[in-house]
């Protein structure tokens, strides 16, 4: 297979965990016989640096011209503590997203058997946790208007959502769960958001045609919590933008680092595939971060073209380096010495 | 001391629980010899069956002419599910916070030595955890404008903080950590979100005047993650109103129950104790809801009027129920037979 493949590594730690999944995914083209054409663009700070835009043109461009996206992260603190700042390497993702119609953001939770004892939750809290959380992305109060009164004093932002905006991650969380457990959980506040109803109203409505599958609901709070105290319980989840990111990320936990977490975002025309950490710059360019997250996207774009045994193979290897502590800090209690680079290459050697 | 306390027992486990909560604060009276008179009303799901109305005025008039407010919990699943209910119990409790300027949520959080078992999270995590969490209550996404378009496929509401409501709060958290360990903790969503920027740039203000508190910053994402990985890094939290409710539902994880965390909500002049947990309709009048949390917001009532005796009193009779296992299901592994009322009044005993 040919695929064009746009690689957007952005900030701090990004260019070097991406780096890893492009060594990954050569390996994979040489062992399967694929034509993979990989074209980098900037994004995010290193892109206002550069272009004093957090999403040029070009990148945008050369995204929209590609098979898919290889994206590794943005964000860097200068930017954080500057309220005034007027681009921020964010809005360069979000405006990625909403470009590219990227409505779903499906992040995978396992508990590896290798890596039981790194979660700071008990063994069997987490043993067996298998989630896939199914995130709305281009909609909700990320991308609702903003106000910020003249004089500085008042700021609102507006959360809103459409039937259809609902509608169609909804059909994707549950034809997924149709190939899992058969069990979708819808996370909001319905006793006291508008826009939480409206979810509750159309998902309750979408949930009719998938009659194999069963609808429960929690509410965010609720929800924070049962993540901790029984993620077993858990086989879809779905939700709005701003709860999908807490909880995604407060899932990170279960796996015992947030630096396995990939993630697909998908819409009905491009797909763009990343690690679901940040751009952690203070651990950039020092060898410590985990590429494990990075490479696992990969492997979800690799599946993303149906080429399943491809993505099997970096799954084993992925699985494989864990098993024989070939791996960061983050989680390896045993040596300190494995790099970002050192992980790449053993599953480059593995594929 | 004379106190009238206007008592709102409200929904499901809401009774019960503050039964018990009242028997602790008469053995309270009797022992040091105060005057406290309890008159009850209806809120929440009760009140709309009996007067259709989640906060009638009657219990808003009672609330008004007391020293104090003891609630217990508001809720009912008939409600959850029908998004097209005119009138919610939640809206009582809602209506009752901003009637009342309850801007200032406080929740204490604490590991107990003798629970550090029950928790999903390891010892070594949770251990010497103690963190004060100020969640802003009558502002944000909460209060905003809703609305819901004719045709009821579209919905919104307006999340705005003004600079007033974000430095009443902000001063009372940092004036709790000049008694603490001296650090506040923002979470907010500084990099998407305008009333984030707002909140982070008038808590930096306010920060000035606290030379001896360190003010650190937390995206809400993170912090989800944070609390799990390591709850012994936050000393005072400060947050928005939404925000506040996850992240503080999901560190009661820490104490192994969400059956022990109290509160305080206090403005410039009432004052209102209540449980964090909710109603937990299938759990009522089945005698195995944990009254702690009940029992500790009257401790909070108690230090609030500056009876710091009183309630030390009854926070050494919680320690000794747990130490000595008098304590329901959620939290006790050994015997499963001890009741709600046992618990209270093995601690009305103790007092
Ligand atoms: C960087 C930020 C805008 C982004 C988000 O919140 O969506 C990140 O946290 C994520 O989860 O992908
Ligand atoms: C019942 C609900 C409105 C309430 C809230 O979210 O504020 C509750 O969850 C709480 O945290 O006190």
Redo the contacts between chains.
């Keep these: 297979m040919k695929l064009n493949i746009a690689v957007l590594p952005g900030d701090g730690i990004g260019p070097e965990v991406t780096n890893q999944a492009i060594k990954a995914l050569k390996a994979i083209a040489s062992e399967f016989n694929h034509n993979f054409k990989f074209t980098t663009a900037d994004v995010g700070a290193v892109a206002i640096d550069n272009h004093n835009d957090a999403l040029p043109d070009k990148t945008l461009d050369l995204c929209k011209n590609s098979d898919a996206i290889l994206f590794g992260a943005i964000?860097h603190p200068k930017?954080?503590?500057n309220?005034s700042a007027k681009v921020?390497?964010?809005q360069g993702l979000?405006k990625l997203r909403k470009e590219l119609g990227l409505y779903a953001n499906i992040r995978p939770v396992k508990a590896y058997k290798t890596l039981l004892d790194k979660s700071?939750?008990?063994k069997h809290?987490i043993e067996g946790t298998d989630i896939s959380i199914y995130r709305e992305l281009t909609g909700g109060?990320?991308f609702?208007e903003?106000?910020?009164s003249k004089d500085?004093?008042?700021?609102?932002?507006?959360?809103?959502?459409?039937?259809e905006e609902i509608e169609r991650i909804a059909h994707l969380a549950f034809v997924e769960a149709e190939h899992r457990n058969h069990k979708v959980t819808l996370v909001d506040?319905?006793?006291?958001?508008?826009?939480s109803?409206?979810w509750?109203?159309v998902v309750k409505e979408v949930a009719e045609q998938y009659s194999d599958v069963t609808l429960d609901?929690l509410f965010?709070?609720?929800a924070?919590?049962q993540?901790?105290?029984?993620p077993k319980q858990f086989d879809v989840i779905l939700t709005e933008n701003?709860f999908g990111?807490?909880?995604?990320?407060?899932a990170?936990?279960i796996g015992g680092s947030?630096g396995l977490l990939a993630s697909a975002s998908v819409g009905d025309t491009y797909a763009m595939f990343e690690p679901i950490h940040?751009s952690y710059p203070q651990a950039a360019d020092k060898g410590i971060a985990n590429p494990i997250a990075s490479i696992l996207s990969a492997a979800m774009l690799l599946s993303h073209f149906n080429l399943h045994n491809e993505a099997e193979l970096i799954r084993l290897a992925v699985e494989k380096s864990l098993k024989l502590n070939i791996s960061t800090p983050d989680i390896n209690s045993v040596v300190n010495t494995v790099t970002t680079s050192n992980v790449g290459d053993f599953i480059e050697d593995f594929i």
């Design positions: 964000g930017y954080d503590n309220p921020r390497p964010e979000l700071p939750l008990k809290i109060i990320y609702g903003k106000h910020l500085g004093d008042y700021a609102s932002d507006l959360c809103s959502y459409s039937r506040k319905a006793n006291v958001l508008e826009s109803r409206l509750r109203k609901f965010v709070d609720n924070a919590m993540m901790i105290l029984n701003m990111d807490i909880i995604s990320d407060e990170s936990v947030i940040g």
